[in-house]
């Protein structure tokens, strides 16, 4: 019953920003790191940023440090990735990932089921 949902992927021009959802259930949601993960059509996928259960933020790919900012609300059971100053290279499927507990590793173990993100004039 482990089930992760993301949502608010959407066509969006060069340097526009996007608020990604991830509604988790069926787990202990707040001891869990919980992983962005992307793949361009193509292209191999990619981590690109987690959020451990004390908050703090391990980027995997620095091309979307100072652009993307992760964030999750326990209470809520939901993990979110603010993107801003979006680019092409952006364009992907976005999935919302577990960690293992307690710690960001990079390896993906439960996965939702992604959302389309566009750059595009």
């Known amino acids: 019953q482990v089930q992760l949902v993301e949502s608010g992927g959407d066509v969006v021009q060069p340097g526009g920003s996007l608020r990604l959802s991830c509604a988790a259930s069926?787990?202990?949601?707040?001891?869990?790191?919980i992983n962005w993960f992307r793949q361009a059509p193509g292209q191999e996928r990619e981590g690109v940023v987690c959020?451990?259960?004390?908050?703090?933020?391990?980027y995997y790919t620095d091309s979307v440090k100072d652009r993307f900012t992760v964030s999750r609300d326990n209470a809520d059971s939901a993990a979110y990735l603010q993107m801003d100053r979006l680019k092409p290279e952006d364009t992907a499927t976005y999935y919302c990932?577990?960690?293992?507990?307690?710690?960001?590793?990079?390896?993906?173990?439960?996965w939702g089921q992604g959302t389309q993100v566009t750059v595009s004039s």
């Open positions: 959020i451990n259960p004390n908050f703090e933020t391990t």
């Open positions: 069926g787990f202990n949601f707040r001891y869990y790191a």
């Open positions: 990932v577990t960690d293992h507990a307690y710690k960001c590793t990079g390896f993906g173990q439960t």
